[in-house]
């Protein structure tokens, strides 16, 4: 269980703080929710408690750990992804899914190298954009920078 104030992940939208727990009425049926407040875009987004297993919510990283995120944006990248485009989003899509911190880094990374190299289509720069919005939200909470600064740590470390 978590509690106001906590930061957490919500897999395929990002990080936020914990700002209330609310019960409310939908579809006739009365749910405890956690209402998020998300760093980007000023968002709220409204978790059910009974669910939060299955959907795979989780603590943000600690700062050790987003150092480690930055640190994988220096590396070569050793990934070679298939050519088959369909493929490849899918796994992408997949690590995404997982929640995994390192996992969407990764996406975020080959995206970035890819458009760099070869140009996305839509679809990808959709995924891309979208991975990068999740990411950036919990370093965002996890080193305590503001969004901006994140996006430019992260462009600054890529290397081709």
């Not at 914990?18 to 980007?40: A, F, T």
């Not at 690590?95 to 880094?105: L, P, R, T």
């Amino acid at each position: 269980m978590f509690n106001i104030g906590d930061k957490i992940v919500y897999p395929m939208h990002g990080a936020g703080v914990i700002e209330s727990i609310e019960e409310r009425e939908i579809l006739g049926e009365r749910k405890r929710y956690y209402v998020m407040r998300m760093p980007l875009g000023d968002m709220k987004v409204m978790i059910p408690i009974n669910n939060v297993d299955n959907i795979g919510i989780r603590d943000i990283i600690d700062k050790q750990e987003a150092d480690r995120v930055f640190k994988l944006f220096e590396s070569k990248s050793d990934n070679v992804q298939t050519s088959n485009w369909n493929k490849r989003y899918r796994e992408n899509m997949s690590k995404i899914k997982s929640g995994n911190v390192f996992e969407v880094a990764d996406v975020v990374k080959n995206l970035i190298l890819r458009e760099r190299n070869k140009g996305l289509s839509t679809g990808e720069r959709k995924m891309l954009n979208s991975a990068k919005q999740i990411l950036i939200s919990e370093l965002v909470l996890a080193k305590n920078m503001n969004p901006r600064d994140v996006e430019e740590q992260i462009d600054q470390r890529i290397s081709n």
